[in-house]
């Protein structure tokens, strides 16, 4: 029987990956539904589309380069116990593939905000309001007029 066993696994393994995987996608795909039909249940309308594309796609491709780079980098770690050979490059492609993963989810990141500048301070309200309330006295010429001991002689 164990004989047996052996030989009809490595058959069934992938449809039981692939069925996992359906199945997983299936449940994300509900949950995701239950959360929408929450938040219209609520009238909460305007947070249903804040979880759009344009905001997220960096995080997924983020998150796919790293699981994908980690994978392989691990893949090419137990291959490499076997010795160096061409085997190696299962490895190799899905490393690869995950770093341009990881690069490309850099590069469509959206700018961060930049920080605002703290605006000079200004005099408060009262202050600025004492200086224009006062009149500003104009000197008078006379001030100006130089009496004789104090003429210079200019070169």
């Known amino acids: 029987m164990g004989y047996y066993a052996m030989n009809v696994l490595p058959y069934f393994t992938p449809i039981i990956l692939t069925a996992l995987a359906v199945v997983l996608v299936i449940t994300l795909r509900w949950f995701s539904y239950k959360e929408r039909m929450a938040l219209i249940e609520q009238g909460q309308f305007s947070k249903i589309g804040q979880n759009s594309k344009k905001g997220q796609t960096h995080k997924n491709l983020l998150a ?92």
């Open 64 to 155: 796919a380069g790293l699981i994908l780079g980690l994978l392989g980098l691990a893949l090419t770690i137990g291959l490499m116990t076997i010795g160096i050979g061409p085997w190696l490059l299962a490895g190799l492609l899905m490393l690869f593939t995950g770093l341009a993963l990881i690069l490309v989810s850099l590069v469509l990141a959206p700018p961060k905000p930049k920080e605002s500048k703290p605006e000079p301070e200004t005099m408060p309200k009262e202050i600025s309001e004492k200086f224009e309330d006062e009149e500003q006295e104009e000197p008078s010429p006379e001030a100006f007029e130089i009496e004789e001991g104090e003429k210079q002689n200019v070169i």
